[in-house]
């Protein structure tokens, strides 16, 4: 049974008979200040949200709850958590969102059958070297907070598929990144960094990657040889953004197949065509795209066109 009591204004939870067989439980936009006992008798909960209330305390509750797979306490003021809380073994999914953690609990390195874990906005400056024990773990939220270097062991997580660390004060990745064989999604941009290390190009199933407003790019963008269009470069484009007629009939082969070889600007703000042939197909998102070889492609925004 779920039970919804979103915006109650609920200061304190009273138990009922109700609640002791409940396996959803939503108490998000409340006045709870604290992770009462009452919590601890809800033995078949699966599910618990207590985002938007006033929790300062990830209390020892927590760990009773045998079933518990998903705790979502976003938008809290939580500083701190239980000792006891890394005995909480069945949990797969954790936001803490929106708090005030200085850095990751030793506890959550505890949590093996995590899966999700999101700790975005918050405060932290530091992760654990035991991060390497998250062997399940497949998705890491850390965006918006305040770190400046990484464990080594962060490369060990054999099923991490995205990665978010945007909005830190990144100065260097590990070069035991390219031990994440199963990283798809990484997001490095509003970081300090200058250099990416060589071992990204053995990432083969990395997707999508973001580094704008970096050092690294503003070096690359100052370096980069800009020079003229060639004339067959600017009427390809006026053909193709124009949308003029042409066919196998009124043109040159050779001249057809250039103009079907137009790509679109990466660039979501641009509408535009261009004909680079060295841009290879492995898309980089809202910046530029990397060729396998480590060659900078094409730049997007106000350098593409």
Do not use: W
């Not at 760990?63 to 306490?73: H, P």
């Not at 054999?158 to 997001?187: D, G, M, V, W």
């Not at 898309?283 to 070889?293: I, Q, T, Y």
């Amino acid at each position: 049974m779920d039970v919804s009591l979103v915006g109650r204004q609920l200061s304190h939870l009273t138990f009922t008979d109700i609640l002791a067989s409940v396996r959803s439980l939503d108490l998000s936009k409340n006045e709870l200040r604290e992770m009462s006992s009452v919590f601890s008798k809800l033995k078949r909960l699966e599910k618990l949200d207590i985002s938007e209330n006033q929790i300062a305390f990830l209390s020892s509750e927590i760990k009773c709850l045998k079933f518990l797979k998903t705790l979502i306490i976003k938008k809290n003021c939580i500083k701190s958590v239980s000792l006891e809380f890394g005995m909480s073994q069945s949990i797969e999914k954790l936001n803490l969102a929106g708090n005030l953690l200085p850095e990751i609990p030793i506890q959550f390195t505890m949590l093996t059958r995590l899966v999700h874990l999101n700790l975005g906005s918050n405060q932290i400056v530091a992760i654990p070297r035991l991060i390497s024990n998250l062997m399940s773990l497949e998705y890491l939220y850390l965006g918006g907070n305040r770190l400046v270097c990484l464990p080594e062991e962060m490369g060990f997580l054999p099923r991490l598929s995205a990665l978010y660390l945007h909005n830190n004060q990144l100065i260097n990745i590990p070069t035991n990144f390219r031990h994440l064989r199963s990283l798809r999604t990484l997001t490095l941009h509003k970081n300090n960094l200058s250099s990416l290390p060589r071992g990204f190009l053995s990432l083969k199933r990395l997707e999508s990657l973001t580094i704008r407003q970096n050092p690294l790019v503003q070096d690359f963008v100052r370096k980069l040889p800009v020079g003229p269009p060639s004339l067959q470069e600017l009427a390809g484009r006026t053909v193709k953004n124009n949308d003029i007629f042409y066919s196998r009939e009124t043109l040159p082969l050779p001249l057809v197949d250039y103009l079907d070889s137009a790509k679109r600007c990466v660039n979501p703000e641009c509408n535009c065509v261009y004909f680079d042939t060295r841009v290879q197909d492995v898309e980089f998102v809202a910046l530029f795209e990397l060729e396998r070889d480590g060659c900078f492609a094409s730049v997007a925004g106000r350098f593409t066109c």
